[in-house]
């Protein structure tokens, strides 16, 4: 097993008076994919929205590299590596892709801000398209440019919240192709949340289950058949 990256320990968050996580440790490795999952409703959202500071946690630790980070918010979590591809995508329509592209420079230092090849390797759609808007593109388009959006950034934590919902099924494969990529590359934590359970199981190394806001399951993937994992869930 890698060593963590990313580490959190007894997170709680709350929206107003209600309590959404409870106590949750949680940990992702570079060079691994570590899959979040769980029926709805039981806090994978949320606890990817944690990760990435665009709701505060209301306690636990959180470490990055060995280091607290405590409680940044989401732009500077970003400069810092993590980068957020939410479900549902939230591209920007009326940009063109080249546009919504330059959108993931903001966290970066002036000499960096540019959309390097290997994002056009991963995605060469994208490349075709870059004057068409992104609302003109279809969904499985518009979801290879949110996550190629969020490479621009050149994350350490790339967290995936619902990456295949919606898409077709060639397009499932590409992005599955492009997140074994990456995971092979060895210098990012993806973390995955993921209701295609056979999808997550192909490319998960980690698992982490969870039911009412706290873990219910945290296994490797040789400790954890597919057969288990269904179960586990509840789907």
Known sequence: MADSFLSIRDLTLHYGGSQILNGVDFDAAQGEVTCL??????GKTSLLKALAGTHPRSGGDYDLDGQSIGKLKAFDLARKGVA???????????LT???NLETGFACLPSGERKV??????????????????GGDLSGGQQQQLAIARALVSNPKVLLLDEPTEGIQP?????????????KERGNIAIVLVEQYLSFAYDLGD?????ERG?????ARKPELSLEKLTASTSL
């Open 37 to 42: 999952m769980g029926t709805n409703g039981v």
């Open 84 to 94: 957020y591809v939410p479900q549902g995508r939230e591209i920007f329509p009326f």
């Open 97 to 99: 892709v080249q546009e």
């Open 116 to 133: 390097k090849d290997e994002i056009f390797d991963l995605f060469p759609i994208l490349k075709k398209f870059l004057q068409r808007r």
């Open 170 to 182: 060639n397009v499932i494969q590409q992005i599955g192709g492009t997140i074994r990529i990456l």
């Open 206 to 210: 980690a698992f982490v289950v969870m």
């Open 214 to 218: 706290a873990v219910k399951l945290s």
